[in-house]
């Protein structure tokens, strides 16, 4: 196999590009492009944006949790594999650093919005 004409490099197996999730229609929600009905908001079939940052607080919380544990088994002597814990600590570190920079923007934008004149 080649990729871009040179010949020797070999193709990467099992790669699956980027798919962006489809919302599928619903009786309830109005198709793209139509308006909300009067007196009502179209809602989209998917869940409430309170839903989604309260899943990822509790996914956070959950690899905190298992980075904690994992500490103080490899404190005690009791964890076999100290790379579990190396690789746990640095997954609750990103977790957290994104979920951090996800805040700062939130409360960046809501301090935009209440900036705009109406």
Same mark, same amino acid.
């Given at each position: 196999m080649s990729i871009g004409g040179i010949e020797g490099i070999p193709g990467v197996g099992g790669f699956t590009p980027f798919a962006p999730p489809t919302v599928?229609?619903?009786?309830?929600?109005?198709?793209v492009g139509d308006a909300?009905?009067?007196?009502?908001?179209?809602?989209?079939?998917?869940?409430?944006? @309170? $839903? #989604?940052?309260?899943d990822g607080l509790d996914r956070l919380d959950g690899v905190q949790r298992t980075a904690d544990q994992l500490s103080v088994q490899a404190?005690? @002597? $009791? #964890?076999?594999?100290?790379?579990?814990?190396t690789i746990a600590a640095t997954q609750a570190a990103v977790?957290?650093?994104?979920?951090?920079?996800?805040?700062?923007?939130a409360v960046e934008a809501f301090t935009e919005i209440m900036r705009m004149q109406v």
């Open positions: 599928p229609a619903t009786p309830s929600a109005p198709a909300p009905s009067v007196g009502g908001v179209g809602r989209a079939g998917g869940p409430d944006f @309170g $839903e #989604l940052v309260l404190a005690t @002597g $009791e #964890l076999q594999n100290i790379h579990d814990y977790t957290t650093q994104v979920t951090v920079a996800v805040r700062n923007k």
